[in-house]
């Protein structure tokens, strides 16, 4: 028998795993939304491979997709879940108990990812169980409709569709069928096949339909439940009270009035987001509670009743992320009402040996902050409320962190729920664990954002602007420097306070048409200049100067 006589069996095997696979997926998700949504298995599967992926490997993926990189990693996969599915498939084309035992395996692993969730409930495990089972049929029927023989002798000749027996009711399919396997040059021997496979335009039109339903209910129950996230009813529960404190109106003049440049208040919907949860907890405010533990004289615990009852405070705080690339846009500015942490870890009175404070996430996720940063003049905050609203759940829902001047892997903590006090040499967060830095401070960065990369500009005046940051220190000046030129003094926004961002514009004069450079650096008020030299984000933030090339015409 020749080799091209596989090609057949094994593609309609494939095909086969495929379509089992998505009806497999499709109905455990189905089921999963209705009974307990943290429990399916695509979901579960892509969150259980965060903590694990290689740190060389996640970075990349955030700079290179930002927001997105929750659906680039449900969307690989998914697609990792095909391919194997896929190739199992081609192998219960001329193997096919073997070819079922791997599938029911492969099967096996979302099940036990699901189970060892710590959080998982007795319940958690039928949607996938009776994904998993009405999968296996599927195969199972499909396997048998595509004509594979299940006794081990007739399993090294697969069925060829030329030789169908069965009868088509369709003429056009007849038509089709008697020259479509121009490899069939030689017959199977009697009794190899199953009875009355379908024909390959059946098959296929069958797994295909099978597949098609699978993928679909995925794809609508991924946005049905992105859509519903927001609305929750647990954020409608919490109403913030009248701030304390109130921050300083912003002025106008904190905003440039060049035309594409970012607003300096970012919105909710606006906002970056980074985190290890593929879909943000929704945490009710009442079941919700801070405790404040470990190298403390008194341990405290707080619900969010005690919380909203005290003098809360708002601030403008800009938020930055160590995984921003150059010119990136992991970094955003708004006003946020919460509490100091100074004045709750004041009540738990912390030993004097203790150097940290690793606070905790309802999701595991832990930072490592120096409890300096906690307790000296800055505006560090247990935070309830973010541009006058609740926070939303992907921001942290009900209560998160912010400290100013810190990037947030070591500071800003959404569903926040323990304060552990401790030691640096005691204890290490959730990203040290996997390469970045213990303590890190925000460094001093600038961004060009008009023009945009690439742009064609009309030749003459032309104006340039972005926004530059350095939180604790404040921005002390900001340089662009067209082509090979000087570099030039930037005309600065209003400053808010030392721990917001500050927008910046520059004219040059009479550009000449063609393509031109343009590069910015920032200097804070402690003096340090942003320095050129190129560094990857890990272990504490990348570092260089953002250029952008554009056209004058
Ligand atoms: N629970 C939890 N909190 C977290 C993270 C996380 O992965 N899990 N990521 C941190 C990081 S790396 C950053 S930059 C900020 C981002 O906050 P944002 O998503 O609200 O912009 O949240 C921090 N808080
Ligand atoms: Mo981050």
């Known amino acids: 028998m020749n080799g091209t006589r596989r090609v057949h069996p094994r593609l309609r095997g494939a095909v086969a795993g495929l379509a089992a696979t998505l009806a497999m997926f499709g109905l455990a998700d189905v089921l999963a939304r209705a009974f307990s949504p943290s429990a399916a298995p695509l979901l579960t599967l892509g969150q259980a491979i965060i903590p694990l992926a290689p740190p060389a490997a996640i970075k990349p993926v955030i700079a290179l997709f930002g927001d997105n990189d929750k659906l680039v990693l449900v969307l690989s996969t998914g697609f990792g879940a095909l391919v194997l599915a896929g190739l199992i498939g081609a192998v219960a084309a001329s193997r096919r108990r073997l070819g079922m035992g791997l599938l029911l395996i492969a099967g096996l692993v979302p099940l036990a990812v699901i189970i060892l969730r710590p959080e998982a409930g007795a319940l958690d495990v039928i949607p996938t169980l009776v994904g998993l089972a009405v999968g296996i049929a599927v195969f199972a029927l499909l396997l048998r409709l595509g004509g594979f023989a299940i006794s081990a002798e007739a399993a090294h000749r697969p069925v060829d569709d030329a030789e169908d027996t069965a009868v088509p009711d369709d003429p056009a399919e007849a038509a089709d069928r008697p020259d479509s396997e121009p490899d069939s040059e030689s017959g199977p021997a009697p009794g190899s096949r199953t009875p009355n496979p379908l024909s390959r335009r059946r098959f296929f039109g069958l797994a295909g339909a099978v597949g098609t339903i699978g993928a679909v209910t995925i794809a609508v129950g991924q946005t049905v439940a992105s859509l519903a996230q927001d609305a929750g009813a647990a954020v409608a529960k919490l109403v913030l009270p009248t701030p304390a404190k109130r921050a300083a109106a912003i002025p106008a003049a904190a905003s ?281 984000s890990i272990p504490n933030s990348a570092t260089g100067h953002h250029h952008i090339q554009f056209r004058v015409e």
């Open 256 to 536: 440039t009035d060049v035309e594409g440049t970012v607003p300096f208040v970012t919105e909710a919907a606006d906002f970056y987001r980074i985190d290890t949860v593929l879909a943000p907890p929704v945490i009710d405010p009442e079941q919700w509670s801070l405790r404040i533990h470990g190298m403390v004289e008194e341990e405290v615990t707080l619900t969010m009743d005690d919380v909203l009852d005290l003098p809360l405070e708002e601030h403008h705080i800009t938020l930055t992320c160590v995984s921003n690339p150059v010119g990136g846009d992991l970094v955003g500015n708004a006003t946020w009402l919460g509490y100091p942490v100074r004045d709750l870890l004041a009540r738990a009175r912390p030993n004097s040996q203790a150097d940290m404070v690793l606070s905790h996430s309802f999701d595991g996720f832990t930072a490592s902050t120096p409890i300096g940063a906690l307790t000296d003049d800055r505006a560090a905050l247990l935070a309830v409320g973010m541009n006058g609203e609740p926070l939303t759940p992907i921001h942290g829902f009900p209560a998160r962190l912010v400290v100013p001047g810190l990037y947030g892997f070591v500071s800003a903590t959404k569903w926040v729920t323990e304060l552990e006090v401790t030691r640096f040499d005691e204890k290490t967060a959730y990203w040290t664990d996997r390469g970045w830095d213990a303590k890190a401070p925000i460094l001093v960065a600038s961004r060009i954002e008009v023009p945009k990369p690439l742009a064609k500009v009309p030749a003459g005046d032309i104006r340039v602007g972005g926004t530059a940051w350095a939180q604790r220190a404040g921005i002390d000046r900001v340089e662009v420097k067209l082509d090979d030129g000087e570099w030039t003094q930037a005309d600065l926004a209003e400053e808010v306070t030392i721990d917001t961002w500050r927008q910046w514009r520059a004219d040059f004069a009479e550009v000449e048409p063609g393509t031109h450079t343009l590069t910015v650096r920032a200097t804070d008020k402690d003096g340090t200049v942003q320095t050129a030299k190129r560094r990857d």
